[in-house]
């Protein structure tokens, strides 16, 4: 099968629909997780959050700093947000404990690969075609993931989540794509953690991304 320029447009296209897709879903939704934002977020209007507003600052804030404490910061590519760790906090004789764990995280891939329900579920959603359904229960449209094939969270998929909800889409001021905002590569931010993730170096790193993923998976 040959493919042409052509179909190299067309699945460009697509991409590009559904990242856009996923980044106004995940607009909305921040709102209402962030609950004790001050000034209060609005959903269809970005440009009270990111630096403007402590809730959204807190969690793009790099893990280094303090948001309440620090007078000048850098963010860029190479630290990681808050957001990415368990309850916000940060062990800097452990950085890799909590990490990947948010809960504003967990949300949005959940959001973003099975359905806004199952955002507050503790349980997995059932994948399509697996358990019998109720009597009267509405049959559901397939979700992303089911329509993928995916049986797994799968590393990249957690990293493209984590750049959807980064300094540039949901927690942002920012009202369009770039791909370099400020001091802040997005695509670089991408590498980053796909590095960190499939790097490895030794057992022990092997050993928590392996933990990390079944923590995903469980």
């Known amino acids: 099968m040959t493919i042409t320029d052509h179909d190299v447009l067309q699945l460009t296209e697509g991409a590009d629909a559904a990242c856009a897709d996923d980044a106004c879903h995940l607009k909305l939704a921040v709102v209402t997780w962030l609950t004790d934002a001050n000034p209060r977020l609005i959903a269809h209007d970005k440009t009270g959050r990111g630096l403007y507003n402590d809730a959204t600052a807190r969690l793009i804030c790099p893990v280094e700093f303090d948001w309440d404490k620090a007078e000048y910061f850098l963010i860029t590519a190479h630290s990681w947000p808050r957001f990415l760790y368990k309850d916000g906090r940060y062990d800097p004789a452990n950085p890799a404990e909590g990490s990947f764990q948010g809960i504003l995280l967990v949300k949005a891939v959940k959001l973003t690969f099975t359905s806004l329900s199952s955002v507050d579920e503790e349980d997995p959603v059932v994948p399509p075609g697996q358990g019998k359904r109720r009597r009267g229960e509405r ?11 995916m049986k797994k969270v799968a590393t990249r998929a957690i990293t493209y989540v984590a750049v959807q909800v980064s300094l540039q889409f949901a927690l942002s001021s920012c009202g369009s794509w770039r791909l370099v905002d400020g001091l802040f590569n997005h695509m670089k931010f991408y590498d980053n953690i796909v590095s960190w993730f499939e790097d490895t170096r030794d057992v022990k790193e092997k050993k928590f991304v392996d933990e990390l993923l079944w923590w995903w998976n469980k």
């Open 139 to 149: 049959r559901m449209r397939m979700h992303i993931a089911g329509l993928l094939g």
